[in-house]
């Protein structure tokens, strides 16, 4: 159990994570591998700054080329925008743009002020700024009716709310495409989407390094604080924040019914093929090893996601402590090992009087 000391420095490392901000260059390799979905789409970026933001941007320079309906972009408490300087408080806005030649809605969130039009600082796009009437909280009231109005939601959202981000995605039966840490996978709320068909991995490989526009603060820090490569790299000399990020989505997009080609046997290589003595499945430490000629349950790595074709394989679960899957054959005791709790975490392969556990894997079959 972690220590309030700990608690606090995970929760304010957290807090430093949510200020990644993504590159205009990443969000257009994924993005166009899903055009065909926007046309005549209402898309909601709901955690971004309408003036800074990159999706935002990303939107508005490919408007009227996407076909879409409507753009709708909103941030939490934008401190910096001079439009709203005269307000003696901070004031959370939002941005609605309808295209060249449209003057769009009036009163988008019901507060009875008519939105202001403004172009905003890059590139020159006009739209209908608005003032919220909250902070912008994606889980606000005004929020959630604007998701309700939307049918794509784009952005990067909070890492430290990405459960709960998802969740209300999915629990208004929006389409979405959002970047979330690597590590999300394991969270037995999502991987369960995953495994009922619900969400997916990108397009983009999930080996690709995504960095991040940081705050300057936090860039001073990282470089008094961290070795260049691991939390941050510096491009032109620039600090760019870095973490195991990924695109989660629900859109389909073409490579994900690509069959995975596979050219390693089983049969007459048994010995390459270790299998676990807590499950009755055999592991492959790497995907391009699975074998072509085996029908039974395999253990992969969670990189094997960008690369599954659900026509081709089952995803059966997970190797973890619950034994969520159902599909472990034996859970062990102190009698067994004094790391035994740990060994339980996982797949765990048997070497002589020795037991390993291997890293988490998800647990397939070819159909």
Request: hydrophobic share 30%; charged share 30%; aromatic share 12%.
């Amino acid at each position: 159990m972690p220590t309030t000391k700990n608690r606090n420095l995970i929760a304010a490392q957290s807090a430093k994570n949510d200020e990644f901000y993504t590159q205009l260059p990443d969000i257009e390799e994924e993005l166009k591998h899903y055009k065909d979905h926007f046309r005549n789409k209402v898309v909601y970026c709901n955690c971004d700054d309408p003036t800074i933001s990159s999706f935002s941007r990303y939107f508005s320079l490919n408007f009227n080329e996407l076909g879409l309906k409507k753009l709708i972009t909103t941030c939490y408490k934008n401190q910096n925008f001079d439009l709203f300087s005269q307000h003696n408080q901070e004031r959370a806005i939002g941005i609605e743009y309808v295209g060249e030649g449209h003057s769009g809605t009036s009163d988008l969130n019901k507060d009875g002020i008519v939105p202001l039009l403004v172009q905003a600082t890059f590139p020159p796009i006009t739209g209908n700024a608005f003032l919220l009437k909250g902070d912008g909280d994606f889980r606000s009231r005004e929020c959630i009716e604007l998701l309700k109005q939307s049918d794509i939601v784009v952005t990067n959202p909070p890492f430290s709310l990405f459960r709960e981000y998802v969740a209300q995605l999915v629990g208004y039966g929006k389409k979405f495409l959002i970047i979330g840490n690597k590590n999300a996978i394991n969270y037995k709320e999502i991987f369960k989407l995953i495994e009922d068909g619900k969400l997916w991995v990108g397009n983009t490989p999930m080996s690709k390094d995504m960095l991040f526009d940081v705050p300057q603060d936090y860039a001073e820090e990282l470089v008094a604080t961290k070795k260049e490569g691991s939390a941050y790299k510096i491009v032109d000399g620039v600090v760019k924040g870095r973490s195991q990020s990924i695109w989660f989505t629900n859109l389909d997009y073409p490579k994900r019914h690509e069959d995975l080609i596979l050219y390693k046997r089983y049969l007459g290589h048994e010995d390459e093929y270790l299998r676990y003595d807590n499950y009755d499945a055999i592991e492959v430490s790497r995907t391009k090893d699975i074998p072509v000629d085996y029908d039974g349950i395999m253990g992969v790595p969670i990189t094997f996601l960008d690369k599954y074709n659900p026509g081709q394989f089952e995803i059966l679960g997970v190797t973890d402590r619950t034994n969520s899957s159902g599909l472990r054959t034996k859970k062990y005791s102190a009698n067994d090992a004094p790391n035994y709790n740990d060994l339980n975490r996982g797949g765990v392969i048997r070497r002589g009087d020795k037991l390993e556990k291997k890293y988490g894997r998800i647990l397939i079959r070819r159909k």
